[in-house]
């Protein structure tokens, strides 16, 4: 029951603000949200040592087809999902409080419904104890956000809409459901299951390397070219959104997902045998989207091709197939989760504060908004891969495991990218800190309110803390990678 | 009347055969209406207790009318697959004639009610009791109450168009109904007898003969009319377009749903699960019309301008998701065409419901006219997307499930091609739902018009039947137990070869 | 006997295809209506005849009901036709049909 | 052999009928001609020996059909307009089930055939041989209808009575025309009708009750029953048919028949049998009962009869008392 509680106080929470919205001022209702995050942090924290302890707190709702139950089991990986959702739900709430604030966006009681819904799913992919609950939150987890993406209702959001739906869903359905569906064919079970579960049931490669085309694809939420798309047109979203979309909840189901499938239905064994296009297509998606963000001007379209390139450090991680680059991966998802929501809040900050979303435009603004643009830097250098940032760790745990896949390439592939990072995330900082501001800016260019600049202030810390403190999620993770990783 | 339980199957007809008579006899609108819904409820009672026992491994004893034996008399033999579509007919109806009070009074001229009353239990009666039966020809009967008072039903939309459509139903639905009459008639012909039991035995003995064949031809075309299968489905969206709200509820829920049950009954207990499982290249034929009345179905349903239209279009692409079921010829395919039967059920009568919360508020279910209603009447759009989702087949709802299992009985088959096809037409439902959808939350009012939230006693009916596509989506047991146990007898029964 | 009654049977059956003819044809409303009420009369004494030919005379309950309701549907036809219409207007639509 | 060839007469007749039918476009000819197709077939029905069915052919297909059509007629325009296109699908459809008709006949045994399962089974044998000792009732297509397979009848019964609800629903309430329907001013007319009336009533109690023992029953009774007053009100005007029969009375009873009907099925459960078990009327438990089946055959029969004549006669009422639109 206990682990129940962090997926359903969030669709409470949900049902709380519509009720809020409707009888409260809107400060009551912002101000609840933020409570009923900070108290689904605390549950979700309650469960952390039960999980090191090495127990695998389960709850079983209802056995929705025989043999496949809507079920959760929480287990190292998706207790460090859950953890990287619900601690970053504190921080955008109390964000997406100042900027809708500022921003004077209209909606905001459906907005913020939407936002603890899509929490709570994202939470219950991380805590799912089977592949049909996997895809149950999955695909709610992308109608929850729909209305998110589609927020500001005109034309451009309309169609950014029909792009998020349309490529989120069709892949889930076509693909990722067709995936759902052999393996429950083929192996008549769909639990995940430490070692894989498709290994010693299917032993044709052609076969086994269709199923995991299926779900490398299927996932489209991982953004693999060429199902990439759907993510910088969901830029037309407000920040907040983007921030948990691209940083928080969206993205990271789906490079979650892989990475439990390749972990827990495929198993490392199967999977060396087969990952050799999958790797290539990660690698392709790495560099071709920095490539791209180097190219773009607007902030958050950037941020999000930088961040298509992240995803696939993870997925690339996951089809290595052996223990450390695969914990290299799953600390990748907190690194650059932290990471990459500090740069959004930052983007985000910029608008509100400044009015301003193209690159090209802020030159000098370190000056006006020392504190956002410090924490831009930090986080910058989190994502390219820096120490002391939280972001080395995984870098190089990835890089120590494409060493021990045999697969110098990709290390190479890892450093061109580290390169590529900074070529795009650089600039920035330069043009903040060392060039002069237009001078029309002077009068109203001014730091976002604080509930802006406080929560980005703190992903940013959390950045650095995360370099010193890498070991104890390390200790969450061990288990699954016994003897792997030493 | 020692026992009531003993006389339940029968009392599922009669109850509400004798309640319409009375409401004539009374005259009273709200008299009519508490009539109606005492009896829906009774016999959604009776059929969930009867459910219950069979499914606990106990049997319902064959109910001897007249006192007769089967042979000479009719006899209703309940098995696990009545009592599940009963229990569907008559949880429906109980839902549907709830609602009916406030739709009907807006939609209906007060001095008809009783009569609408009465026509609206008397198809109950008749679905019911083709549902029941265990006997040929009184299929046939209440085939014809059915049909007969669903003709008057659909007629009474207040579009003039309603009758056109009325019309040609009836000629359509007559055709079916004398089909089936023919095939029923022939298959007495050759073996004496009408009970479905011994039909079942005997027929297969004269699976080559040329009257079997007809029979078989005359009852699966005949069925295949009613139940609105491409290419016999002209009469269908007109129909369900412009009845009142609470017709096209009722009978998109219940009517097209007892006839696939009559569908599968004649095909695997009529002439036998291994008649069927020879014909291969009919079964063949029988994909391939799904499939196209899938495509077709959501293809056309995507350029609708109405809903009710839209969904009534998405209704012939979900019959043939049942069809396509019962194709397959195996045990998932065959549990999934059943299970779909219900969820569809719930969800297409409860999205239904929402266009009568919005015909009786806009008096119109045009796309345009819901522009922006999504603000306006939230609680009602709610409704309606939690049914679209169901419709499109997410994870979590009725709609899911049965897709699974059809997605697995194509697997079963081999037919991976057909898995793919399945797939993608749920993204065509994705399509024309959310063309819905954008419309109601994105759109912006031709005009400013002052609409309220439905009234209550429209929505919690409504909420009713969605609650419950979000309930059987993840509390599936019972239904779905019943499901598969039902594909399980109909693969094998009919009598040995 | 028997003999005679099938005479009798296949008398009428030809009178009975004279009337149908009448009524296929027209041109007028009055041919029609008389024909269609001979060929009522014909189906009477037809079953009556029948009757006797299969020594089942107890046919004559339903000639009685035959004669009965040819008579009522003939009166129907009286009593709601419009006969205002020209019956050489009838006998020209029926041309072009 | 001459049994044979007047069928074969009957048949070509009944063909070129339908045929003319089809292409006519003029409705008058049409509506006549289907009273003649009707009463074609009811020789027919009666060539092969279903009698009961060539009566209710008789009474409903060429009497009241024609009636009610001619009321349409009157209503509407004579002539149908032309078509929009050619009907190439019905014809194809026709042509078809003709053509799956004709192929089942290949091994259809033959009729009257008395090696024919249908004439060996076990359903029939019982219909045959225990009928009279169930029931006393001489005229087994009775016994069938209303005991064996009674519960059939109760069906049919309420299709009659759905079709008056569909009428009543569509048509609403007994409108008064705006130009009151001209009265005949036939005294032929008049008095012929007067003096035949009280005889049909009298015909229609006798088909009512003699259904045990010959063709009639319920159906037909209830039917010429109507058509009594159906010539009452055409002979005089609907109006004063009113009179004597109130439409809103005449609607009751078309509910009470059915419900008549159903109480002796119900009041057999409540003497402890099952649905419309009529062994258990008037008795203490011996079985078989031919009593009890008589009084229960009886007063089902009653409610069927109840029902057909006021359904007819408010079929009549609805179309005769409308205005021509």
Known sequence: MMILLPILIPLCTALLIQVLGRIASDNVRDGAHTLMAIVNFYFVLQIVPLVLNGERPEFFIAEMLPGAPIYFQVEPLGMLFALVASGLWIPTSVYAFGYMRGHHEKNQTRFFTCFALAIGFAIGVAFSGNLITLFAFYEALTFSTFPLVTHHQDADAKRSGRIYIGILVSTSVCLLLSGVLSVWYLTGTMDFTLGGIIAGKVDDPFIVSVLLALFAFG?????????????????????????????????????????????????????????????????????????????????????????????????????????????????????????????????????????????????????????????????????????????????????????????VIYLVTYMLSSLLSIGYLMPIVARAYFRKPSEHDEEHVHEAPWMCVLPLCITAVGSVLLFFFASPIRELLLPIFEGGVQ | MSNIIEHLPVLQIVVPLVAAPTIVLFRNSTLSWILAVLASWFCLFGSITMLNQINGGGEIPTYLIGGWDPHVGIVYQVDIANAFILTLLSGISAVVFVYARTSVRD??????????????????????????????????????????????????????????????????????????????????????????????????????????????????????????????????????????????????????????????????????????????????????????????????????????????????????????GLSLDNADGLTGAIIHLFNHALTKGGLFLVMGCFMYRLNSTKIKDLAGIGKKMPLTMLAFTIGGLSLIGVPLTAGFISKWYLAMGALQAGMWWLLVLILLASLLAVVYIFRVLEAAYFGTPEKEHDVEEAPFSLLFPTYVLIGSTIFFGIWTEPMLGAARKSAELFLSSGGAL | MEIVYSISAFGILFSMMLALIRAAQGPTVFDRILAVNMFGTMTVLFIGVVGYLTNRPDFLDIALVYALMNFIAIIAVLRYRDFSVDPAEEAENHEHS | MIIHGITIILFLFLYVIAIVIGRSRNLFAAVMLSGIFSLISACLFVIMDAVDVAFTEAAVGAGVSTVLMMIVLNLTSDRESPPVQPKVFPLLVALLTGGVLIYATKDMPAFGDPEALIHQSQTTNHYLWHSFEESHIPNVVTTVLASYRGYDTLGETTVVFTAAVAVMLLLGHVRESETPPKLINDPIALVGAKMLIPYILLFALYVQFHGDFGPGGGFQAGVMFAAAFVLHGMVLSPKHTLKAAPALIIEKLVALGVLLYAAVGIYCLFKGGNFLEYDVLLSHGEKPNPHGQHIGILLVEAGVGLTVFAAMLTLFYKFALRGKA
């Open chain 1, 219 to 407: 996932t489209a939420k991982a953004a693999l070219v060429p199902f990439h798309k759907w993510l910088p047109n969901a830029m037309v979203a407000p920040t907040p959104v983007s921030a948990l979309l691209h940083a928080v909840a969206v993205v990271k189901a789906g490079v979650f997902t892989i990475l439990k499938v390749s972990i827990y239905i495929f198993g490392f064994e199967l999977l060396s045998s087969v990952n050799d296009w999958l790797m290539a297509i990660a690698a392709i998606t790495i560099l071709f989207s920095s490539c791209v963000a180097l190219t773009l001007d607007n902030l958050k379209a950037r941020l999000a091709y930088s961040t298509i390139s992240q995803l696939a450090y993870i997925v690339l991680g996951a089809a290595m197939a052996n223990p450390i680059a695969a914990m290299g991966a799953a600390l990748h998802i907190v690194m650059h989760a932290v990471g990459k929501i500090t740069l959004f809040f930052c983007a985000g900050a910029i608008f509100v504060g400044a009015h301003k979303k193209y690159v090209s435009q802020m030159d000098g603004l370190g000056h006006k908004m020392p504190w956002t643009m410090a924490a831009f830097t930090l986080a910058s250098f989190s994502i390219i891969g820096l120490p002391p940032f939280g972001g080395v760790w995984s870098k190089w745990y990835l890089c120590l495991g494409a060493l021990e896949a045999g697969q």
């Open chain 2, 107 to 324: 939609e209906i001229p007060e001095a008809k009610h009783h009569y609408f009353y009465a026509a609206l239990l008397l198809c109950f009666t008749g679905l019911m009791g083709m549902a029941i039966t265990g006997d040929a020809f009184n299929i046939f009967v209440f085939l014809e109450i059915s049909s007969l008072s669903g003709y008057a039903l659909i007629a009474m939309g207040r579009n003039p168009k309603a009758l056109t459509a009325a019309y040609r139903y009836l000629i359509m639905g007559t055709l079916g109904g004398t089909f089936i009459l023919l095939g029923i008639g022939f298959l007495y012909m050759m073996t004496g007898t009408l009970n479905l039991e011994e039909l079942s035995h005997a027929v297969p003995h004269y699976a080559e003969t040329s009257v079997v064949r007809a029979a078989f031809a005359f009852i699966t075309v005949g069925t295949c009319i009613k139940l609105a299968l491409f290419p016999l489905h002209m009469w269908l969206p007109n129909c369900y377009t412009y009845a009142p709200s609470v017709v096209s509820a009722f009978l998109s829920a219940t009517a097209t749903k007892v006839s696939f049950y009559v569908l599968l009954r004649a095909m695997f207990m009529l002439f036998g699960a291994a008649l069927i499982a020879q014909a291969k290249i009919f079964l063949s034929f029988v994909i391939f019309l799904a499939l196209i009345g899938i495509f077709m179905g959501s293809l056309k349903a995507i350029g609708q301008d109405d809903v009710k239209r839209l969904l009534a279009y998405s209704s012939i692409a979900q019959i043939g998701y049942m069809v396509l």
